[in-house]
Nanobody, 123 residues
Framework: QVQLAESGGGLVQARGSLRLSCAAS????????MGWFRQAPGKEREFVAA????????NYADSVKGRFTISRDITRNTLYLHMNSLKPEDTAVYYC????????????????WGQGTQVTVSS
């Protein structure tokens, strides 16, 4: 089992910034990719960003490109999401997820999930 714990969410004004963290613990399995997803009320969970094992490859949803940056610290088993120029439509619960192998954009490709952290952007 892999345990994931997100932190860093909160209330921020539009055009503000936040940094989310996701600490991984428990069983590790070779190389693994990590991703961020989000879910707004009444909407399905959607892909935000993903990163491969060594951090050399990243992928972003079009809606966050140029504003969000995903990174990871392998030595600390921690994933980050730096969010800049936040918009009210970024309001959602943000989840981190882990999968063995390469980074993917589909939520059902990920095996382990955190409990989520709420991000609220006021206009």
């Amino acid at each position: 089992q892999v345990q994931l714990a997100e932190s860093g969410g909160g209330l921020v004004q539009a055009r503000g910034s936040l940094r989310l963290s996701c600490a991984a613990s428990g069983r590790t399995f070779g190389t693994y990719a990590m991703g961020w997803f989000r879910q707004a009320p009444g909407k399905e969970r959607e892909f935000v960003a993903a990163i491969n094992w060594i951090g050399t490859s990243t992928n972003y949803a079009d809606s966050v490109k140029g504003r969000f940056t995903i990174s990871r610290d392998i030595t600390r088993n921690t994933l980050y999401l730096h969010m800049n120029s936040l918009k009210p439509e970024d309001t959602a619960v943000y989840y981190c997820a882990v999968r063995a192998g390469d980074a993917r954009t589909a939520a059902n490709a990920y095996e382990y999930w955190g409990q989520g952290t709420q991000v609220t952007v006021s206009s």
